[in-house]
T-cell receptor, first 112, second 114 residues
Framework: DQQVKQNSPSLSVQEGRISILNCDYT??????FLWYKKYPAEGPTFLIS?????DKNEDGRFTVFLNKSAKHLSLHIVPSQPGDSAVYFC???????????FGTGTSLTVIP | NAGVMQNPRHLVRRRGQEARLRCSPV?????VYWYRQLPEEGLKFMVY????????ESGMPKERFSAEFPKEGPSILRIQQVVRGDSAAYFC????????????FGDGTRLSIL
C-alpha cells in the first residue's frame, strides 16, 4: 500500500530553469512532509520540510508547496544547477505514528 | 549524512548465513530507525528503536529479522538464515526526538546474498 507516490520516475531540466518535482499522498492523517536528496551510494540527505499548518516553505533555491485539499506537495528548485542532479524522495509522517512513508523517488538530471 | 555511521558498507553472505548490520547514530540522538530499499523502490520502514526499547517493529518481517539498540554501543539489525530476497540496501537514520522532525541517514549497508 503505497501511501506516498511520486509518479514521475525521472525529470530532465536545463541548467538555470525551474525544476518541479511532485508528490501525492493518500493518508489524511499525514501532517509533516519532507524532501530528501540522494546521490548514488550515499544515504538520503534532508533538504526541506513543511508542516500541515503551512502551505509554503522556502529555503534558498528550494521551495516546498503543500496543497492539503489535493493531498499534493511539490518541490521547486530555482535556478536548477548541475549539482542538483540526484534522486529526490518525498516522505510523510503523522504525529500519531512512528514512521516516515517514502515515495519511490524522482531522478532529476540538470543538463548544463 | 554526517554523523550516522553504518558498517559494513558492503556485506556479502551465502544463503543460510547470518548478517549483522551496525549503526551508530549521531551523538546525542536516542531515536534510531532502520529502512530497507529494494532496487527501483523507495525506502521502506522496518523498525523504530530508542535506547533499549523497540518502539515500532511493524515493518519488520516476522521471522529471521531482529533489531536492538543497547544502552551502550551501536544499534544492530540482524538477519538470520539469509535468502536471496534479503539482498537490498539497508539504511539507518537517527533523530534527537521522535517522528515529525528530520532524520539523519547513514550511507547504508549494501547486502548481497550469493
Amino acid at each position: 500500500d503505497q501511501q506516498v507516490k511520486q509518479n514521475s520516475p525521472s525529470l530532465s531540466v536545463q541548467e538555470g530553469r525551474i525544476s518541479i518535482l511532485n508528490c501525492d499522498y493518500t493518508n489524511s492523517m499525514f501532517d509533516y512532509f519532507l524532501w530528501y536528496k540522494k546521490y548514488p551510494a550515499e544515504g538520503p540527505t534532508f533538504l526541506i520540510s513543511i508542516s500541515s499548518i503551512k502551505d509554503k516553505n522556502e529555503d534558498g533555491r528550494f521551495t516546498v508547496f503543500l496543497n492539503k485539499s489535493a493531498k499534493h506537495l511539490s518541490l521547486h528548485i530555482v535556478p536548477s544547477q548541475p549539482g542538483d542532479s540526484a534522486v529526490y524522495f518525498c516522505a510523510a509522517s503523522a504525529r500519531t505514528g512512528n514512521q516516515f512513508y517514502f515515495g519511490t523517488g524522482t531522478s532529476l538530471t540538470v543538463i548544463p | 549524512n554526517a554523523g550516522v555511521m553504518q558498517n559494513p558498507r558492503h556485506l556479502v553472505r551465502r544463503r543460510g548465513q547470518e548478517a549483522r548490520l551496525r549503526c551508530s547514530p549521531v551523538k546525542g540522538h536516542s531515536h534510531v530507525y532502520w529502512y530497507r530499499q529494494l532496487p527501483e523502490e523507495g525506502l521502506k520502514f522496518m523498525v523504530y528503536l530508542q535506547k533499549e526499547n523497540i518502539i515500532d517493529e511493524s515493518g519488520m518481517p516476522k521471522e529471521r529479522f531482529s533489531a536492538e539498540f543497547p544502552k551502550e554501543g551501536p544499534s544492530i539489525l540482524r538477519i538470520q538464515q539469509v535468502v536471496r530476497g534479503d539482498s537490498a540496501a539497508y539504511f539507518c537514520a537517527s533523530s534527537p526526538q521522535g517522528v515529525n522532525q528530520p532524520q539523519h541517514f547513514g550511507d547504508g549497508t549494501r547486502l548481497s546474498i550469493l
